[in-house]
């Protein structure tokens, strides 16, 4: 059975969402205490799933209101034009390079389509450097701007995290083969 991508608003698919992204948070970062459960940025943005069926594999959070307002301006952008990439999770069962490449492109194509033109992404510099080269892949830019460790609060305190801005307005649409 394939793999699909979808902006879901079904309840069942996203408690699966939101039980695999408390797992994966709390084995793969470390975070034993970390809550997966819906959250007020989770009703207010939009979550973009991988499905199997009636089984949820993957998803992210598209959510407006960046909490990273006063590096907006450093890197003159608009609020109104960014989204925030957040809760990025594939389960490990099915995790491989294409099927997070895939992920991303539909990451693309849905914030578009909710008319953004950047994506802003807190992260670990590896997992930066990846992104990177799923969207360069993708010919859609991608820069890693810096490190901000003032940004990692709550459970992510102690987190490496980098700001990255994904180009969503531009665009080469080429596809590379995995």
Not at 142 to 158: C, L, N, Q, V, Y
């Amino acid at each position: 059975m394939s793999i699909r991508f979808e902006l879901c608003s079904d309840s069942n698919l996203l408690a699966q969402y939101y039980e695999l992204r408390e797992q994966c948070f709390r084995r793969e970062l470390g975070l034993p205490d970390f809550d997966g459960g819906e959250d007020e940025r989770d009703r207010t943005g939009h979550i973009l799933i991988a499905r199997r069926g009636d089984r949820c594999v993957g998803g992210a959070r598209i959510a407006s209101g960046a909490p990273v307002s006063e590096q907006l301006n450093e890197l003159d952008l608009v609020e109104d034009a960014c989204c925030m990439w957040e809760r990025f999770v594939i389960d490990p069962e099915v995790r491989t390079v294409q099927l997070v490449r895939d992920f991303c492109a539909k990451l693309i194509d849905a914030s578009r389509g909710l008319d953004y033109e950047f994506a802003l992404v807190l992260s670990s510099l590896c997992n930066a450097r990846f992104y990177r080269q799923c969207h360069s892949a993708l010919g859609v830019g991608f820069k890693i701007h810096r490190s901000t460790p003032d940004m990692a609060r709550g459970a992510f305190e102690g987190l490496e995290h980098y700001l990255s801005v994904a180009h969503l307005a531009t665009s080469n649409r080429l596809r590379i083969a995995a």
